[in-house]
């Protein structure tokens, strides 16, 4: 099967072009998948900015993927043409072989003979995270395709990875009962983590968001206050809602440098450390300056999560909890445009237009 289809790439910052594609045969251990739904994560604006730190332009956008098995390998053994399937970080990971001592031992993320399927270059150069989910189609190896459950739609399944990498936050945390939060970000990040923190039954969690009608979506999914810190001290706010402690655990989705030292500021006070401040969100300006003394007193501990791996038993979970009802996915998934309207897409959750959160590209 010859598979032909044009594929938008971030040639410069701000700018698609848009190319003819065609993929090879599937390997033995690979499958051909069209894709039916892409969700628009915030690393893939980042890329169409031209500031992704780890995937120079030229590149693709997408990698959150829903789709239809459409051709499959010789070897293949958990996939069939027709199945629906949540395919993890399309057009962002090599593919294992399939046959090392890793791989057969079911650990194909430390495979020692890892292969690009196919590749292409714009002007002589590679293009990053090829081929991805504003194409129609993608190529990907068994094991990266999950089934999607029968009651889950395409739309709900294409958030998967992030939910499962918002959930593993959560639970590295070891926060719970008894616990306070601020989430600070009420993007796609930050709402999915809101909804994660309320399952794992921490309470009071306050948003800090400086758009007004996402705090409106963060309050609507449950938290317990809301604060923009462009009307007033986000700080002060959350020490006032505390009764001057401070909160347990920060998790900041912003990925801004103001934000986070306003986080490092909202965690309660103690000596050697009490509370946990997680940095989820990818930097575009990366250069981060904390008052050391402020740190040593605050932050018990401190992480960057961004990148953290999201294994098989996370993903299968996310799914689980998409499929239990758990999770109010279509609350925030605000807009479905065709691939053809991608560019408008792109530019809708930059300039936060339209009220926009989660938006996901149909085809």
């Not at 399309?90 to 003979?113: L, M, Y």
């Not at 038993?313 to 909890?321: N, P, T």
């Amino acid at each position: 099967m010859c598979v032909r289809f044009k594929s938008p790439i971030v040639v410069e910052p701000y700018k698609f072009k848009w190319f003819d594609i065609e993929l090879p045969d599937p390997g033995p251990h690979e499958a051909i998948f069209r894709i039916r739904t892409c969700l628009i994560c915030g690393s893939d604006l980042h890329v169409y900015k031209g500031l992704h730190p780890f995937a120079p332009l030229p590149a693709c956008c997408g990698h959150e993927v829903a789709a239809d098995v459409v051709e499959v390998g010789g070897k293949v053994t958990t996939l069939k043409v027709g199945d629906r399937v949540y395919v993890a970080g399309a057009g962002s990971r090599p593919i294992p072989c399939g046959q090392c001592f890793n791989c057969v031992r079911g650990d194909a993320s430390h495979c020692a003979n890892t292969h690009v399927s196919t590749s292409f270059e714009v002007d002589g150069k590679k293009v990053a995270r090829f081929p991805s989910g504003f194409g129609e189609y993608t190529i990907g190896h068994e094991g990266h395709a999950y089934k999607i459950p029968d009651n889950v739609s395409y739309c709900e399944a294409a958030v998967t990875t992030d939910l499962a990498y918002v959930t593993g936050v959560v639970k590295r945390s070891g926060a719970g009962i008894g616990d306070s939060a601020a989430i600070l970000g009420a993007g796609p990040i930050g709402l999915r983590t809101l909804e994660a923190a309320k399952l794992a039954g921490i309470s009071p969690i306050v948003v800090s968001e400086p758009l007004d009608y996402r705090l409106e979506k963060a309050k609507e999914l449950g938290a317990n206050e809301v604060v923009n810190p462009l009307k007033e001290d986000a700080i002060e706010r959350v020490m006032q809602l505390t009764d001057g402690t401070g909160v347990d655990v920060v998790y900041d989705t912003a990925g801004n440098a103001k934000a986070t030292n306003q986080g490092l500021a909202m965690l309660k006070p103690k000596v050697g450390g009490a509370g946990k401040l997680f940095l989820m969100g990818l930097y575009e300006h990366p250069d981060l300056t904390f008052n050391v003394s402020d740190l040593m007193r605050k932050a018990g501990r401190i992480a960057a999560e961004w990148g953290i791996g999201v294994g098989p038993k996370d993903i299968q979970d996310a799914l689980s909890m998409i499929d239990q009802g758990k999770l109010h996915i279509l609350k925030w998934i605000t807009h479905k445009l065709p691939e053809n309207r991608a560019e408008e897409a792109m530019k809708m959750l930059i300039q936060k237009r339209d009220k926009a959160i989660g938006v996901e590209i149909i085809h």
